[in-house]
């Protein structure tokens, strides 16, 4: 299988692209679009989507690189960086050959036009220029005249269009593309056939892309490439909810706008083309250094061939390397597929174990080996992030940047998309050579010094090189796990390793013993390097903070605030403390604890209720007694009663049955039996003073009339002093 990549340059005269056709694959169909060309000059200044390094007056070359296992590919010369990205990976695989600062040499460069630039499709969406054109797709930009706002266009080539079936499956995922709503995706907002071609709408983004910045810087800090990784997993999570497998992650396909967050291009694209491809050619498109072994057996893609890929790429933005770069595309498939991606800690010793660990998770040759979903990786690394030291997230590779000034532009291997066959076996191929005919030399001597010369000169090089950069250069770790700082120390000195401490809390090494090293006792560390080394602070302790009168969320927060959990939840009525919230806690305010203790608690059920019992009919003494033994109070009255005795209950209030909280009042009158009076003297009082008298005593006055000579009480009967009730009779007599 051969893989045919084109390096364009610049002819006076001649335009980069020699005609449409030619690139499509010589198709005859006159209604094929036009090939997009270069923009004016003009444009070139202003928005460059990966501009070309063209030689001036160089012909046009072709470049043709076999899959064989010894054959290498040139160094990957990596363009710079766009003002506008066009929703799509930009130099993807793309011969970025669309806005160059290299064809503004006004007095010789004739401006080429292209066909669609100016063309308005589907009544809506008008060509303005073009920005970029790759191995799957040109992209323009354009002007919605329904929504009044610029959008970037990408038209697939036409030798695509050749399928009914790509053109199903590309009308497939261009729908389930748009579902995808998230703040890091960029947005597809329409879809439509031209000429065959499918074409998308899409967000036109502002900025270059992720490959520009790692040319640029050469890699990043390690803050910054986790957070780049935890934007792009997070953009897969939501793709992945959807079904939507993206199958070309790379730097090219993460856009970095000039404001704003990160956002990833081109979902479902890749599979669109690849499907076909391996349908009609036994081949899959994908980006050789970013390609899950699985894709490239011809397995189908899920989400965790999307998460290998992304392990790649961070192990790139940490080193400024793909694994195997120096191999030919055939020997990077196969190592893939054979060998474990080296840890990134291989080429740069400072990157933390558990940053090597979350790499080699995502790149496991086996997909069940790898998290399972983008959502379970995510989540592991936003563990991991918080928890490494300030200083560590700071450090960076000692990366050059890359060298863009070269007038020839090099062949891609990280950042373009090729067709690749499925690896079978190693091909073999046998090499005839045939001896020349020895010449005699009068200078053989001479030749002999020198070649003698050379290998002491090259034995010393090599030496050189072997204790410097070589396995020589390499130390063992020495085991100081268990011992205290000072003496772990002595003997990482002693072998010229420098170090730097990191403390922390742990539940089983006491505090001031090193707990273990990064890289550990079991490993290698270049001479040059820093062992990082563990060392313990004993036993967290915390404080328990006052939970009391705190409600159940309020509780949990203070908890885990204080890294404590919660134990024991008891309820209890409390007359104080209001219903749902804290009354006691088993440990006291203030003490300092382990940080996994747990903290027992009792939360209010607000005030008890009570049942008023009935105490109507019962002595007072009873009556008391039976509401204080409820938790009631008692308030008590007495009045008169004739039909109840004197010391029973009359009456209650509230009335029996009735709820009420503890401590509450109820009220009880209690009988001072009848009421009486005493009969007053009334004797030689004419009747109408004695009647009076009586009966403003509540006595009914019966009166005796006998001879009424002088009119006067003669007799009172009961008799005078006596205590009768009220209401009694009293008789009088009058004479």
Not at 191 to 202: D, F, K, N, P, T
Not at 653 to 671: G, K, M, W, Y
């Amino acid at each position: 299988m051969f893989y045919i990549c084109k390096v364009y340059t610049y002819n006076r005269g001649v335009g980069l692209f020699k005609n449409w056709r030619e690139q499509a694959g010589h198709d005859e169909n006159p209604n094929t679009v036009p090939p997009p060309a270069p923009g004016s000059e003009d444009e070139a200044a202003s928005e460059s989507a990966h501009p070309t390094d063209i030689a001036e007056n160089a012909e046009e070359s072709e470049v043709e690189v076999t899959s064989d296992i010894d054959m290498q590919l040139p160094a990957t010369e990596d363009a710079p960086g766009t003002e506008d990205s066009a929703s799509t990976e930009q130099s993807d695989d793309e011969e970025q050959a669309d806005e160059t600062a290299n064809l503004g040499a006004k007095d010789e460069a004739p401006t080429l036009t292209d066909p669609l630039v100016g063309m308005v499709l589907d009544e809506r969406y008008k060509i303005e220029r073009l920005l970029a054109r790759g191995g799957m797709a040109t992209v323009y930009v354009a002007y919605d005249k329904r929504l009044e706002r610029p959008v970037a266009i990408k038209v697939m080539h036409p030798h695509l269009a050749q399928s009914a079936d790509y053109v199903n499956r590309f009308r497939k995922e261009a729908r389930s593309a748009a579902r995808i709503i998230h703040p890091a995706v960029v947005t597809v907002f329409d879809q439509g056939i031209i000429e065959g071609s499918g074409y998308l709408v899409m967000e036109l983004v502002h900025g270059s892309n992720l490959r520009t910045l790692l040319n640029e810087e050469g890699a990043l800090t390690l803050d910054r490439a986790l957070a780049v990784t935890e934007t792009v997993l997070q953009a897969l999570s939501a793709a992945h909810r959807g079904g939507v497998i993206h199958r070309d992650i790379k730097p090219e396909n993460v856009l970095v706008p000039n404001d704003g967050n990160l956002k990833v291009a081109d979902f479902g694209l890749a599979g669109a083309v690849s499907d076909v491809s391996a349908a009609s050619t036994g081949s899959v498109m994908g980006t050789v250094a970013y390609l899950a072994p699985e894709l490239a057996a011809g397995e189908h893609a899920d989400a965790r061939s999307d998460l290998f890929s992304v392990g790649i790429m961070l192990y790139e933005i940490l080193t400024g390397h793909t694994p195997f770069e120096d191999l030919s595309v055939y020997q990077i498939v196969k190592s893939y597929a054979e060998k474990d991606i080296p840890s990134p800690s291989k080429l740069e010793s400072w990157i933390p174990s558990e940053v090597d660990d979350f790499v080699c998770s995502l790149t496991a040759r086996d997909r069940n080996d790898r998290p399972q979903s983008a959502a379970e990786a995510l989540e592991t690394l936003v563990r991991i992030r918080s928890q490494l030291p300030e200083s560590l997230l700071g450090r960076k590779a000692d990366v050059a940047p890359k060298v863009t000034s070269e007038t020839t532009h090099k062949i891609q291997l990280r950042g373009e998309t090729v067709a690749l066959p499925v690896p079978a076996s190693k091909p073999t191929t046998s090499v005839r050579t045939i001896p020349a005919a020895p010449k005699k030399s009068r200078r053989a001597p001479l030749v002999i010094a020198t070649i003698i010369t050379l290998l002491v000169a090259a034995g010393s090089g090599f030496t050189w090189w072997w204790f410097e950069y070589g396995p020589g250069s390499y130390i063992d770790v020495p085991a100081i796990a268990g011992a205290n700082l000072k003496d772990g120390t002595a003997k990482l000195d002693a072998l010229g390793i420098q170090s730097v401490v990191e403390e922390k809390f742990d539940d089983v090494v006491p505090a001031g013993i090193i707990i273990d090293t990064r890289p550990s006792s079991d490993e290698r560390v270049h001479k040059a390097g820093v062992v990082t080394i563990l060392l313990s602070k004993g036993i967290e302790m915390v404080e328990v903070p006052d939970l009391t009168n705190a409600t159940s969320e309020e509780l949990d927060e203070l908890l885990k605030g204080a890294k404590l959990t919660r134990g024991d939840t008891k309820e209890a009525y409390d007359e104080d403390v209001e219903k749902g919230r804290v009354i006691s806690q088993s440990v006291a305010p203030g003490e300092s604890v382990k940080h996994d203790t747990s903290i027992d608690v009792v939360i209010s059920k607000g005030r008890e209720p009570i049942k008023v019992p009935k105490v109507v009919g019962l002595t007072l003494a009873e009556a008391s007694q039976l509401l204080s033994d409820a938790g009631l109070q008692v308030n008590t009255s007495e009045e008169f009663s004739n039909e109840v005795e004197k010391g029973i209950v009359i009456s209650q209030t509230p009335v029996a049955d009735e709820t009420l909280h503890r401590t509450d009042p109820v009220s009880i009158v209690v009988s001072k039996g009848p009421e009486t009076v005493t009969i007053p003297n009334v004797i030689r009082m004419s009747e109408a003073e004695a009647k009076a008298a009586l009966e403003e005593l509540g006595l009914v006055v019966n009166v005796d009339r006998v001879f009424m000579l002088v009119d006067m009480v003669a007799t009172v009967n009961p008799g005078v002093g006596t205590e009768v009730k009220v209401g009694s009779t009293v008789t009088i007599r009058v004479v």
